[in-house]
């Protein structure tokens, strides 16, 4: 599973443990780098793990920071993968 830092929490209740949430590092403006999601997906796969889930962020609530979702839904698209935006900031 690929997450920001409020779905481990998620994981650990629902019984997936966090040690299977992969935090994938963000830029300087707090948005998914999507080469370094595919690297991540790519890493896992190879281990023999198997990649389910996205999240992705329209908003911080801290930063307003909103994730590439275009290209976040394309790779998730080409794996195969579910994603989940989490809206959180409104205009």
Known sequence: ??????VKS???V???GTDNCVMVPSDERGR?????????IL???ARGHIPFFVNATA????IGAFDPIAQIADICE?????LHVDV???F
Not at 1 to 6: A, E, L, Q
Not at 32 to 40: A, G, N, T, V
């Open 1 to 6: 599973m690929i997450c920001h830092y409020s």
């Open 10 to 12: 998620c994981a650990s």
């Open 14 to 16: 629902c019984g997936l």
């Open 32 to 40: 998914i780098i999507p080469s370094k999601l595919e690297e991540l």
């Open 43 to 45: 890493e896992r796969k």
């Open 59 to 62: 908003g911080t609530t801290v």
């Open 78 to 82: 080409k794996y195969k993968l579910w």
């Open 88 to 90: 959180s900031y409104f």
